[in-house]
């Protein structure tokens, strides 16, 4: 499948066969297809004593460039997009946002680029947020040089549905670059969505970065809480139709180089979306805990209390939970071999001196792909 013969099967799998002592770092393998739009990274340095393998994630002195990115994930985490509001004559709230498409070039992880397609120049798009019963409003301008759409998860008409070759008279379906659109429905129902492109071929379209979670809150709201929003996503840097890395909102292992400080007994609602493409499933597993699960978040009852959960395609669930002790616990996908392709991050509690990350990180030095530790 693979243009230029490196899959990442091949890259786990052959690794690990060969032991290989050459240095063949996930950044330097991604590096080699010079095709139109690939990854292109820089030569990974080595790090004695662990084999030959270099650390793309953790080495010293190359981390992602999260100015150039424009985005930072541990700031996306707890960063809800509430728009604007105002208040109509029927006493009704309007909420509206103004999301624009580009192009733009992003680092996945330190030295891979992939050429992003964007909301708001970020990968995953705003997390859109209001409250069941608002009127929304979102205007959005294509600054793309690809067709593009927003298509909504929720209950409208078919003409604010985001679909190509429907709503075309009114101006919707799909928007051309240069071309604008608004969108315009009801808040409902309550629960946490998503909205993506709908331009075909739309596993591609998705992938290249047009998602974004979508937060109805219900009436009576929710319980307080540290809440975060968590986008599973992945990227193939080398268009073979498979991902070469596996992330929560797109750097991966960056939940370990910045492990998410919670408080000890603090409850934390997680707002957890599978926005990948390519592989049909997806997972949520944490360590030392359990969460109660809302699949959907349509309902205010738990449907479970488990610490690992799967998520198909455009699935989507909050969790709850707390920590009755202190400490760094891993949360990753239970796919592992996403896990090991930069899908793994930490929650950090209290102020813990027990295991450090760079600790948790130089554990994971020995996996045979290497890419990640701290020296
Ligand atoms: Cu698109």
């Given at each position: 499948?693979s243009?230029n013969?490196?899959?990442?099967?091949?890259?786990?799998?052959g690794?690990?066969?060969?032991?290989a002592?050459?240095?063949?770092?996930?950044?330097?393998?991604?590096?080699?297809?010079?095709?139109?739009g690939?990854?292109?990274?820089?030569e990974?340095?080595?790090?004695a004593?662990?084999?030959?393998f270099?650390?793309?994630t953790f080495?010293a002195?190359?981390?992602?460039d999260h100015?150039?990115?424009?985005?930072?994930?541990?700031?996306?985490?707890?960063?809800?997009?509430?728009?604007?509001?105002?208040?109509?004559?029927s006493?009704?709230v309007?909420r509206e946002?103004?999301?624009?498409?580009?192009?733009?070039?992003i680092?996945?992880?330190?030295?891979?680029?992939?050429?992003?397609?964007?909301y708001?120049g970020?990968v995953?798009?705003?997390t859109?947020r209001?409250?069941?019963?608002?009127l929304l409003?979102?205007r959005?301008?294509?600054?793309s040089?690809?067709?593009h759409t927003?298509?909504?998860?929720?209950?409208h008409?078919?003409?604010m549905?985001?679909?190509?070759?429907?709503?075309?008279?009114g101006?919707?379906g799909?928007?051309?670059p240069?071309?604008?659109?608004?969108?315009?429905?009801?808040?409902?129902?309550?629960g946490?969505?998503?909205?993506?492109?709908?331009?075909?071929?739309?596993?591609?379209?998705?992938?290249?970065?047009?998602?974004?979670a979508?937060?109805?809150?219900?009436?009576e709201g929710?319980?307080?809480?540290?809440e975060?929003v968590?986008v599973?996503?992945g990227?193939?840097?080398?268009?073979?139709?498979a991902?070469?890395?596996y992330?929560?909102?797109t750097?991966?292992?960056?939940?370990i180089n910045?492990?998410i400080?919670?408080?000890?007994?603090e409850?934390v609602r997680?707002?957890?979306?599978?926005?990948?493409e390519?592989?049909?499933?997806?997972?949520?597993h944490?360590?030392?805990?359990f969460?109660?699960?809302y699949?959907?978040?349509?309902?205010?009852?738990?449907s479970?209390?488990?610490?690992?959960?799967?998520?198909?395609?455009?699935?989507?669930?909050i969790?709850?939970?707390?920590f009755?002790?202190?400490?760094?616990?891993?949360?990753h996908?239970?796919?592992s071999?996403?896990?090991?392709?930069?899908?793994?991050?930490f929650f950090?509690?209290?102020d813990?001196t027990?295991?450090?990350?760079?600790?948790?990180?130089?554990?994971?030095?020995e996996l045979?792909?290497?890419?990640k530790a701290k020296?």
């Amino acid at each position: 499948m693979s243009k230029n013969g490196i899959s990442r099967r091949r890259l786990l799998g052959g690794a690990a066969a060969v032991a290989a002592p050459a240095a063949i770092g996930l950044s330097g393998l991604l590096g080699r297809d010079s095709s139109a739009g690939a990854a292109v990274a820089a030569e990974p340095p080595t790090h004695a004593g662990h084999g030959a393998f270099p650390h793309a994630t953790f080495a010293a002195g190359s981390t992602v460039d999260h100015r150039a990115n424009g985005f930072d994930p541990t700031e996306i985490l707890r960063d809800f997009d509430y728009g604007s509001t105002r208040r109509l004559a029927s006493g009704r709230v309007l909420r509206e946002w103004e999301i624009v498409a580009h192009d733009k070039e992003i680092e996945v992880a330190p030295g891979v680029k992939f050429e992003a397609w964007t909301y708001n120049g970020r990968v995953p798009g705003p997390t859109l947020r209001g409250r069941e019963g608002e009127l929304l409003r979102i205007r959005f301008v294509n600054a793309s040089e690809h067709p593009h759409t927003m298509h909504f998860h929720g209950i409208h008409r078919a003409a604010m549905d985001g679909m190509p070759g429907i709503g075309e008279m009114g101006g919707g379906g799909q928007v051309e670059p240069g071309e604008s659109f608004s969108y315009e429905f009801d808040a409902s129902p309550f629960g946490l969505h998503l909205y993506h492109c709908h331009v075909a071929p739309l596993a591609a379209h998705i992938a290249r970065g047009l998602y974004g979670a979508f937060i109805i809150d219900p009436k009576e709201g929710r319980p307080e809480a540290d809440e975060m929003v968590m986008v599973m996503n992945g990227f193939d840097t080398n268009f073979d139709l498979a991902n070469e890395i596996y992330a929560v909102n797109t750097v991966g292992f960056h939940y370990i180089n910045e492990p998410i400080a919670v408080k000890r007994g603090e409850l934390v609602r997680v707002y957890l979306v599978n926005a990948l493409e390519y592989d049909p499933l997806n997972s949520f597993h944490i360590h030392g805990n359990f969460f109660q699960f809302y699949p959907t978040g349509t309902s205010l009852t738990p449907s479970e209390y488990t610490d690992t959960v799967i998520q198909g395609q455009g699935q989507r669930g909050i969790l709850e939970f707390e920590f009755p002790f202190d400490g760094d616990y891993m949360f990753h996908a239970h796919v592992s071999e996403f896990a090991e392709l930069g899908w793994t991050g930490f929650f950090r509690v209290g102020d813990p001196t027990k295991l450090t990350a760079a600790a948790a990180a130089a554990a994971y030095c020995e996996l045979p792909w290497g890419g990640k530790a701290k020296a």
